[in-house]
């Protein structure tokens, strides 16, 4: 594991995502070290329910706030998915959730219901990826409409040749993500129009990993999933290759790009390029202003080093002033931006 330093100072790792994951499996608590202006709120814990995909980024704002204080404290990262994490979030049971995706309806009025009040923040990009076997020599490139014939619900499509005529004559096999996944939300309202739209005869799992191993083992295989996952696969030699997708941004109408850097920073790659957030409990925030807000401030400040440190992509440096704009709002609604520690810091 390589630790860089950052322009400021703060330690900073470079790990993959499944080290980031597997580190988070062995040990959710991370012992903080803070400073007597935290200590003094009373409960030193906060409480990081929720998405799966995002509990690395989360992860690593936590263990890089400790160089930044001296008493104990207590960030517990519990990635059980983002609709899990929701439903512990509005219920008032954490302080901070982790989501890859933006609220649901339902899930706001739950919050509502709770008289919780649940505040985003955009701290880094995400890519999903469609991915293809490596001999796989006829889908270079797929439509959006495409995809939608493929996935739409009571999709009759069974062969690669019923989405083009000069594709091959074989069955189509199909993997993605199951119904507990933001990223199985976002897909299937991106590509189909709703969330959860979507055929049922395909293999699903809660492991992105599973996805592009049957991907990897079959000719005729298609399946979609973070692009991370497939880029450290594909290092390892597995016989991947991402599908270039057809742009929905109106500067580039008819165009195809892949999901690389550069083309999901620019824009291009759209829709499939996805935000990725924290929320924050407002009540939380209001008795206990020292903690979790200098926990959120301290998060934005540092989020286009704490997401490509392990693997996701930086988010536009305007939408860190932005979070910060929201989150000064807030404190001032509360009447508590006098006792934070830590100052904002704009690019």
């Known amino acids: 594991m390589q630790v860089m330093p950052s322009e400021n100072g703060t330690r900073l790792r470079t790990v993959t995502r499944r080290q980031a994951l597997a580190a988070i499996a062995a040990g959710s608590s991370v012992a903080i070290a803070g400073c007597g202006a935290l200590g003094s709120d009373g409960d030193t814990t906060i409480v990081a329910s929720g998405s799966n995909t995002v509990a690395p980024i989360t992860q690593e704002a936590a263990e890089n706030f400790e160089n930044e204080y001296d008493d104990d404290v207590s960030i517990e990262v519990d990635p059980q998915g983002t609709g899990a994490g929701f439903a512990e979030f509005c219920q008032g049971n954490s302080d901070i959730q982790s989501a890859s995706r933006a609220i649901l309806d339902d899930e706001q009025d739950t919050c509502d219901a709770n008289d919780i009040e649940a505040v985003d923040f955009s701290i880094g990009q995400d890519t999903l990826a469609v991915g293809v076997h490596a001999d796989n020599d006829w889908c270079d490139e797929i439509t959006l409409d495409e995809l939608n014939q493929i996935w739409d619900f009571e999709s009759d499509v069974e062969q690669w040749s019923d989405v083009r005529d000069d594709w091959p004559d074989e069955d189509i096999f199909l993997h993605a993500r199951d119904d507990a996944s933001g990223t199985f939300d976002y ?22 990993d599973e996805i592009w191993d049957a991907v990897s083992d079959n000719e005729y295989a298609m399946g979609w999933g973070g692009v991370g996952h ?35 920073e620019e824009g291009q790659y759209s829709p499939l390029a996805r935000p990725l957030f924290f929320f924050v409990n407002t009540a939380s925030l209001e008795e206990r202003p020292k903690l979790l807000g200098d926990f959120a401030r301290y998060y934005i400040n540092n ?16 939408w860190i002033s932005e979070n910060h704009d929201v989150l000064d709002a807030i404190l001032d609604e509360l009447g508590v931006a006098d006792e934070l520690t830590i100052e904002r810091e704009d690019p």
């Open 187 to 208: 897909f299937t309202e991106a590509i189909n129009g709703e969330v959860a739209r979507i055929r049922d005869n395909y293999s699903a799992t809660s492991q992105t």
């Open 230 to 264: 497939m880029n450290e696969q594909m290092a390892d030699g597995a016989d991947l290759k991402p599908v270039e997708v057809e742009s929905d941004n109106p500067e580039y109408e008819g165009e195809f790009f892949p999901p690389e850097e550069e083309y999901i």
């Open 303 to 318: 989020q286009l080093e704490f997401a490509p440190a392990v693997g996701f992509f930086e988010s536009p440096p305007e």
